[in-house]
């Protein structure tokens, strides 16, 4: 099994690069780099930087750009450091370890190079002390730097499953050090004791090995350096019961309830119960480590790239995540959360899944998570923007959730649901007239037919249902008409808003209008015939005249047969193309011509799907452009049935 976060590059360098080389143009080309964001221009600019000489600003304005841009590259924040060492910068050495475990928190290499820093600076008494303090004192705070710092490493990514070398490190961090004493919460053995405690009960790759590290533990240190005073009591007196129960089994004399013949040592027996306690606590990790070790052993990838992950990874970090949700506590919950984000950073579905399980929990780590998502790793997303202004609006944050939607439509233009959402957002806020003109200004801006059209539709169900307009609303449809006299979905509206007025508002002789404008309008022929079956099916229901009942439904019979009459006429050119295709290809066979259609053309390679790529592409978005509900109904002809009338022919 891999190490969680050991990264490989995917690009080749495939050009030598030399200070000398006149071509290259590092100001000109990292503008590129930065207006692009590619991140194979990124790692091929980083390369340069390795093999040249740079000025160190130069330096730390490119690595600054790319890891606000991929902070999840764990090798490069180390990349960084370097360059920053190799200047005898050790202040912002630590302020780039600083900044990277703050942005790849799970990360336990990270975590290692950091603290491996400080503890060489300690090491070498490079640690600024106060003044006049001496060379013992700054030694204990040096040593208590780096406990510290392990305890934070252990805090961030000690839940990891491959976190075992953190734990290992502080321990034999703790066991080198000469002194008993100087440890914030008592004494050395004390601390490493409540380290392999909680090591122990931590499901992990190397469980078994830390049992066995524990047990050697015990057997050189006294019990009584490494528990509290009640802790040693207790112990103490299990131990004693535990002899005393097995001497009146065996029938060994016993004085006083202690053993007179073959009695083992206090130490020894207390050793013996401390054990077998931790033995309970390893059986139980060792059940959840089974649990878990199929999900571990399948991840292939644990480390941030920009490629896609193939579906069966993406697939494993979904059922682990689901498997972890069901199975374990809010801490292992949150870890894979970490862990899976890192690798599936670029999937909007799992920061949701992240974001809506955080809601139950912390509202201020939901809100670092969408931003988090939002503002560095997806910033074209648009369900997690959504989602993001969602969140904010239910908290009554609402001028964050407005600013998100606003820099949403900045960042992705001409997303109609966007728009719809900001529209929506004004009329949850009770701002009628700053809806109105939000649906003009999209209406009169749209930039093509479909999205006014769309938008129009859409405008015209709020003037009516909303705002009670009958007038206005169908004035609207109306207009956009004008625009595009052949889209059937408008017509579509128009006549079902002039359904649902009917008979308050709405008379026959509008009806009828209208039904006539539609037919005489330039829809297609079998886009007529479904209005003409809508016209007789209203005739049916509330029509009064019975000759113009049957003058209807003879136009209606009339255009049905004109309808099949071109559907036949269609049907025979296209039998008599392929009879003579035939004719051609047997001609072509006789010359010994090989037919086009035998010829076996090469095959396309395979392009990996981009996981960047939103699920609200289109004008639509996630909601289908579906106004057979536009006004509360769940079909366009409701509520006029066929009764017969549908004599189209079928394909």
């Not at 000398?20 to 207006?35: G, S």
């Not at 639509?620 to 579906?626: H, R």
Request: charged share 30%.
């Amino acid at each position: 099994m891999q190490s969680t976060f050991v990264q490989e590059s995917s690009v080749n360098h495939s050009t030598e690069y030399s200070t000398e080389n006149e071509e290259f143009d590092l100001e000109k080309y990292f503008t590129y780099v930065r207006e692009n964001s590619d991140f194979d221009s990124w790692t091929y600019l980083l390369h340069y930087l390795e093999q040249n000489t740079v000025p160190i600003a130069t330096i730390r304005e490119i690595f600054d750009h790319f890891l606000s841009k991929f902070p999840y590259c764990f090798g490069y924040w180390k990349k960084y450091a370097d360059f920053e060492a190799i200047h005898s910068n050790p202040k912002r050495v630590e302020a780039i370890f600083e900044r990277g475990v703050t942005a790849i928190s799970p990360c336990v290499d990270l975590w290692l190079f950091y603290i491996d820093f400080v503890r060489e600076r300690v090491a070498n008494g490079e640690e600024d002390g106060g003044a006049g303090e001496s060379h013992e004192e700054k030694d204990s705070q040096g040593q208590d730097r780096v406990v510290k710092l392990f305890e934070r490493a252990i805090e961030a990514a000690g839940r990891d499953f491959q976190a075992d070398r953190i734990w290992t490190q502080f321990i034999e961090y703790l066991r080198q050090q000469g002194l008993e004493e100087g440890f914030e919460g008592g004494r050395k053995s004390r601390k490493m004791f409540e380290i392999y405690q909680q090591l122990i009960s931590i499901p992990m790759s190397q469980h078994s090995q830390h049992l066995e590290a524990f047990k050697t533990f015990i057997g050189q240190n006294d019990p009584g350096a490494m528990l509290s005073q009640e802790q040693y009591e207790a112990v103490k007196a299990e131990a004693k019961k535990r002899v005393t129960d097995s001497a009146e089994a065996s029938g060994t004399k016993t004085i006083n309830g202690r053993v007179t013949e073959g009695d083992n040592s206090e130490v020894a027996r207390i050793r013996l119960v401390i054990i077998e306690r931790q033995q309970e606590v390893y059986r139980k990790t060792e059940t959840e480590v089974l649990k878990r070790i199929h999900f571990e052993n399948n991840i292939k990838r644990s480390y941030f790239h920009v490629t896609p992950l193939d579906k069966a990874q993406l697939k494993n970090w979904k059922s682990y995540i689901d498997f972890e949700i069901e199975n374990g506590t809010h801490a292992s919950i949150v870890v894979l959360f970490e862990r899976c984000c890192i690798a599936c950073a670029l999937y909007e579905d799992i920061w949701l899944k992240y974001a809506k399980y955080m809601q139950l929990h912390d509202v201020e780590a939901t809100r670092a998570i969408y931003k988090r998502a939002c503002t560095i790793h997806l910033p074209l997303k648009a369900d997690l923007h959504l989602a993001w202004a969602f969140f904010e609006e239910n908290q009554g944050q609402n001028e964050a959730a407005w600013a998100i939607l606003n820099q949403l439509e900045q960042a992705v233009p001409n997303l109609p649901l966007i728009s719809m959402r900001r529209i929506s957002f004004y009329r949850r806020q009770g701002k009628p007239d700053d809806v109105v003109g939000l649906f003009e200004h999209y209406v009169q801006h749209a930039v093509s037919k479909e999205a006014r059209n769309f938008f129009a539709a859409k405008y015209a169900r709020y003037l009516y249902k909303i705002g009670g307009n009958f007038e206005k609303a169908k004035q609207v449809l109306l207009d956009a008409i004008k625009n595009d006299p052949k889209c059937y979905i408008l017509y579509l509206q128009t006549l079902d808003l002039h359904y649902q007025e009917y008979p308050r508002n709405v008379k026959d002789k509008q009806i009828f209008e209208l039904f006539d404008r539609i037919m005489a309008s330039e829809l297609t022929l079998d886009e007529k015939v479904e209005f003409s079956r809508r016209r007789v099916e209203f005739l049916e229901d509330f029509g009064i005249e019975a000759t113009k009942m049957n003058e209807y439904y003879e136009k209606h019979q009339q255009l049905v047969r004109q309808y099949q009459r071109e559907r036949k006429q269609k049907a025979i050119q296209i039998d008599i193309e392929k009879e003579l295709e035939a004719k051609r290809m047997k001609k072509m066979a006789r010359k010994g011509v090989p037919a086009a259609t035998n010829y076996q053309y090469p095959a396309m390679p395979v392009i990996p799907a981009d996981p960047s790529a939103t699920a609200t592409q289109g004008y639509y978005g996630n909601t289908d452009w579906n106004y057979a509900a536009s006004y509360g109904q769940t079909q366009y002809d409701y509520p006029y049935g066929s009764y017969g009338y549908n004599n189209v022919p079928t394909t």
